[in-house]
């Protein structure tokens, strides 16, 4: 797949499962590798992402089985063994491809392993900071060396070692960030705390109390005992709502279209784009089931209508970061003013989500203004089609195909593979939705 063309529609109906959440499964493969025995995961998530911290693990000597695959890409389900928190020094560098949760959470981990490691990826990963987690960690005893070609960034050169246990103040919320030292704390004796600006995605703290370890929250501060080691079990990754807000969105947005998402993940740090697009006038109703290994999932049924831009809350950003790209497509294809700010993260992504999205929704006639922090949208412009580029960037690949369905003429996505980071099915499923994509 070098480019994708996808035309407009001004009907849908479905109803299907989305795949299994990124960044539950990069959590599984890591704290499913440190428990004390066999632990299966179902609906583990197959993406390039998700594969590298499975693989990153098995060089650390957490190997596993695989009980069902998609084919080219990797398991579904699978057996993990775990070594008990006794890993091994990797052969050779550790891999991260295209993953800034695989590096972050892993650089956590090696920090407090007796042996020295080097984390690297591709040149993408290369170039996106580092220096959150570096020093934190250096702060717990660990030596970290950024051999990058720009300041902070991997490759990542790690030698670690007995670490103390710290209370970290964050200064920017960052659920990675957290998650690098609470998984050090685990190895530090002693009480590891982090406190958080704002709320973040706590999948983490979630994780580590279904693996009974010892953990607590008070307010914005999250904390672990170290010296246990996570109790083996069985648990089910529930679909991953960052992948269900493109479907989400080109629902909403489409008067007359019903769509029903089973079995999504509910995750409260994780439905601010919910509660958005309801602020805009969307039609969502959720049926929730009974937690899944400590995390809420459900189904979510959209009715499309005609929507008005709204103003994203300071709070809220956290924990819609990942869905900005096609809240942007929701702003450009409602009525009114969408204002996103205090989303200066997104310049450092797979791609800077700022530009990216000002220029793509530009080029199909939209009308935005581009802030070093976030940007307006007014919308009311009806969107053209255009040729336009994924620039390496799943999110910015998949939002572009939700505006195109709303688009007046066809929109040709350059680079489409980049979905392989995160869903990798889906221009299939859209294809199979709308019966309105040419692959090629």
Same mark, same amino acid.
């Given at each position: ?130 220096? &959150? ?122 008067? !007359? ?40 999932? !459900? ?53 800077? &989500? ?30 053209? !089609? ?5 620039? !390496? ?48």
């Amino acid at each position: 797949m070098s480019s994708i063309s996808v035309h407009s529609i001004n009907h849908l109906q479905a109803e299907f499962e989305v795949p299994g959440d990124k960044s539950i499964s990069h959590r599984a493969a890591i704290l499913g590798g440190l428990s004390d025995g066999s632990c299966r995961i179902d609906n583990f998530l197959p993406s390039e992402d998700c594969i590298c911290t499975l693989n990153a693990m098995a060089q650390l000597g957490a190997t596993h089985e695989v009980l069902e695959e998609k084919p080219g890409y990797g398991p579904t389900a699978l057996i993990i063994h775990g070594r008990s928190m006794q890993l091994s020094a990797p052969e050779g560098n550790v891999d991260c491809g295209n993953s800034g949760t695989g590096m972050r959470l892993l650089a956590g981990l090696l920090a407090a392993q007796p042996f020295e490691s080097t984390l690297t990826g591709d040149a993408s990963l290369q170039s996106r900071p580092m220096g &959150r987690i570096i020093k934190p960690l250096e702060q717990m005893g660990a030596s970290i060396e950024a051999k990058g070609k720009s300041p902070g960034c991997a490759p990542l050169h790690i030698t670690g070692g007995e670490l103390k246990p710290t209370c970290y103040e964050m200064p920017v919320a960052s659920a990675q960030v957290k998650s690098a030292v609470l998984l050090a704390g685990l190895f530090a004796e002693g009480s590891t705390s982090v406190i958080q600006p704002a709320e973040t995605r706590d999948h983490t703290e979630r994780m580590l109390e279904y693996f009974k370890m010892p953990s607590s929250r008070d307010g914005q501060t999250i904390s672990v005992t170290g010296g246990k080691t996570p109790e083996a079990g069985t648990l089910r990754v529930p679909g991953d709502i960052s992948s269900a807000a493109f479907w989400i969105v080109a629902a909403a947005s489409m008067p !007359g279209a019903k769509l029903v998402i089973k079995n999504v993940g509910l995750n409260p740090t994780r439905t601010a784009i919910l509660d958005v697009l309801i602020r805009m006038g969307a039609d969502i109703n959720v049926v929730r089931h009974p937690d899944e290994c400590g995390e809420p999932y !459900g189904d979510v049924e959209v009715h499309g209508k005609e929507l008005q831009g709204t103003e994203i809350k300071p709070e809220e950003v956290p924990n819609l970061i990942d869905e900005v790209p096609v809240l942007a497509v929701a702003g450009a294809l409602a009525q009114g003013k969408m204002v996103i700010r205090n989303a200066r993260e997104l310049r450092v992504k797979e791609s800077d &989500r700022i530009a990216t999205v000002v220029q793509n929704l530009k080029a199909m006639g939209a009308n935005l203004e581009e802030f070093e922090d976030g940007m307006e949208i007014s919308g009311g412009n009806s969107l053209k !089609g255009a040729e336009l580029e994924s620039f !390496g960037d799943h999110r910015i690949a998949m939002a572009t195909a939700v505006a195109a369905l709303g688009a007046n003429g066809p929109v040709e996505i350059t680079e489409a593979e980049a979905i392989n980071k995160s869903y990798t099915d889906f221009f299939m499923d859209l294809q199979q939705l709308v019966a309105k994509v040419d692959i090629e």
